[in-house]
């Protein structure tokens, strides 16, 4: 019986819920990736050095880290306009995937007549496209916005309508009985169950704007950090590519980050607790 006692007195540390609870988690979000990343960058170090593999085709970690630490001004002046098109890119395809999900939503015409052409686009390849928007747009930054907006806006579209489907019946037929007019339940029934599909929805497309970005830049732009991984391939300096890859890695992993921390900003705002859990 005291050995019961004293196991079940002892605080949970499997969910990391109990004293020391925030150590497991700071383990599990920080420590354990890093640990992983490091391990995969030792195992490649080794590999290039034991097996004496050319530089051209793979260079080792350290390689990486000599261009970005003798480029590092370089590289960051290129990601300043890279950074900046993805971020115009995200929140047009924000604003456009938002708005013509709530069309759609609530407009039987606008669903039956817009989205069987939303997803036939969606299958098109936009690296199709791009000539077309060269054509239309010229070379620069808005023919790379307009491909990174095309491609980032779906995911924004398809969670955002998922999101405003997913409000509980009976909470909804609580606000008809008070009387509650379409915006008000929009806005006190609809949109909170929809939230965490918005922000999962631009998770993804936050993502998938860069790679909208890079992809434009791969053809039209004459700067970025898209322009600097073609011309570097050209040039055979594979060390030169990963280290833009490298950065673009953790600019795309601050963004990610920046719409976390609006959706936990949001969290507050709703009491602490979103009206549907678990969405990553």
Not at 62 to 85: C, D, G, M, R, Y
Request: proline letters at 5%; one cysteine or more.
């Amino acid at each position: 019986m005291a050995i019961f006692q004293e196991t079940t007195s002892s605080p949970v540390e499997v969910d990391g819920r109990g004293a020391g609870g925030w150590q497991y988690r700071l383990g599990r979000l920080v420590l354990l990736p890093l640990g992983c990343a490091l391990t995969v960058l030792i195992a490649w170090e080794f590999f290039c050095r034991a097996s004496r593999i050319s530089p051209a085709l793979l260079p080792p970690p350290s390689a990486v880290w000599s261009v970005l630490s003798n480029n590092w001004k370089i590289l960051f002046q290129q990601s300043v306009p890279t950074t900046l098109e993805t971020i115009i890119s995200f929140v047009v395809a924000t604003l456009l995937g938002v708005a013509l999900a709530v069309a759609i939503t609530f407009s039987a015409w606008v669903r039956e007549a817009f989205y069987p052409n939303v997803v036939m686009f969606q299958l098109i390849p936009k690296i199709a496209l791009a000539p077309l928007f060269i054509v239309w747009l010229g070379v620069g930054s808005k023919s790379c916005i307009v491909v990174a907006v095309f491609i980032a806006f779906f995911p924004v579209v398809i969670s955002t309508a998922t999101g405003l489907v997913s409000a509980k019946p009976e909470v909804l037929q609580l606000c008809r009985s008070l009387t509650a007019s379409e915006w008000q339940m929009f806005r006190l029934a609809r949109f909170p169950y929809a939230t965490p599909f918005v922000f999962a929805g631009m998770k993804v497309g936050v993502t998938m704007a860069m790679i909208g970005v890079i992809v434009g830049e791969f053809i039209t732009a004459q700067a970025g950090l898209g322009y600097i991984i073609m011309f570097a391939s050209s040039a055979g300096e594979t060390a030169t590519v990963l280290a833009a890859i490298v950065l673009l890695c953790g600019i795309g992993l601050a963004l990610f980050g920046l719409v976390a921390l609006g959706e936990m900003a949001v969290q507050r705002w709703y009491g602490g607790e979103m009206p549907v859990g678990g969405v990553i």
